[in-house]
């Protein structure tokens, strides 16, 4: 099935759907280094650009559309004038906008668990609407990657849609089940890399830092060696706490060496990991870059999981590959 991703970053929401079977056609980000590990990692087809300045007429027909967009809220002023009114000047605007020129099938959107409740629940009941008024049904869930195959927890909300004319209601099972992780197997420790490079190494002067619990509003219980990781940030890079990131023990002679504790942070590799990325998944760019890229990146085991589900629970969807406009 032609599809479209937008917001596709390093592409861990579209490793997902290549491995389902989906055929991607188009892909856009506006971040130049996740545009470079994707272009290498995946192809060609991503155009790197603002989306806010795309003509809808430059993609591709299509049968679905993929994309994980940034949640802004919206103004509730423009209520009453129609549904693009309401959303205007947001990135949600642009998947609208280029939803409505092509109708594709499928549309699944990927956001964080925290939409469901921005703007006391509007922003998630205006995204609804819109989608109901361009003739989708839509139905949405939270899943969480620990529950497909990987040691992370990572709550997202996705939202399936599909065009009214080939289904009048969506199936709840449309979503896929969760498997729950055999630990024993699978867990942050057998993700780990060995022989670490010193730099990934905390220092003993920050390590108090680092280890401390936090106070007042802020305070979390810091632990570090966790069986299932915290989910992996865009802000990695900068460390924080051992409350809000992943923090493991891994004794090594060259760190020792190097005046450092035993005590580490993941490595860009194994955060690829934590998301489902294969080992095939070349890393091109700066530690900062890959660290924002796989902390911003959908798990691919769940998308792929979605993909899958999407074509068990409507087989149809597959057959042919008209496009109404
Ligand atoms: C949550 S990440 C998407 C991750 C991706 N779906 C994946 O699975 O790897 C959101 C992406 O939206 C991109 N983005 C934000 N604003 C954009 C814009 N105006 N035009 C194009 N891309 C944009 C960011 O650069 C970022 O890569």
């Not at 605007?93 to 020129?101: G, K, L, N, Q, T």
């Not at 989608?131 to 997202?156: A, H």
């Not at 294969?278 to 924002?292: G, L």
């Amino acid at each position: 099935m032609r599809t479209v991703s937008l917001f596709s970053g390093c592409g861990g929401m579209d490793l997902g759907f290549l491995n389902a079977g989906y055929n991607i056609i188009y892909a856009n980000d506006f971040d130049k280094y996740a545009v470079e590990s994707y272009r290498h990692n995946i192809g060609d087809h991503i155009v790197w650009g603002d989306i806010s300045e795309i003509e809808a007429t430059s993609i591709p027909e299509h049968d679905v559309l993929i994309g994980g967009f940034p949640c802004q809220p919206f103004s509730m002023m423009g209520n009453k004038k129609g549904f693009l009114d309401n959303i205007r000047g947001t990135l949600f605007f642009d998947v609208a906008r280029i939803i409505s020129h092509h109708m594709p099938k499928v549309v699944v959107l990927e956001n964080v668990r925290n939409l469901k409740t921005h703007d006391n629940g509007n922003t998630l009941r205006t995204i609804i609407d819109t989608l109901e008024d361009l003739n989708y049904c839509v139905e949405y869930k939270v899943l969480n990657s620990v529950d497909f195959g990987v040691p992370q927890i990572r709550n997202r909300l996705f939202i399936i849609c599909i065009r009214k004319d080939i289904l009048e209601e969506i199936p709840s099972n449309i979503f896929p089940e969760a498997t729950s992780l055999n630990l024993d197997k699978i867990n942050l420790r057998s993700i780990l890399e060995s022989n670490v490079d010193p730099k990934y190494y905390l220092s003993h002067k920050i390590l108090p830092t680092i280890l401390s619990h936090g106070s007042g509003n802020y305070y979390s219980k810091s632990e570090i060696d966790l069986e299932i990781a915290r989910p992996l940030t865009a802000t990695m890079a900068k460390m924080h706490r051992a409350n809000q990131d992943n923090y493991v023990t891994d004794p090594n002679p060259l760190a020792e060496k190097a005046g450092k504790t035993s005590i580490r942070r993941l490595t860009p590799r194994e955060c690829a990991r934590l998301q489902g990325f294969p080992e095939s998944y070349d890393i091109i760019v700066s530690d900062t870059q890959a660290y924002k890229q796989f902390g911003n990146a959908v798990t691919v085991n769940v998308a792929e999981n979605i993909a899958r589900s999407i074509l068990k629970t409507i087989p149809t969807i597959n057959s042919g590959s008209e496009i109404h406009v």
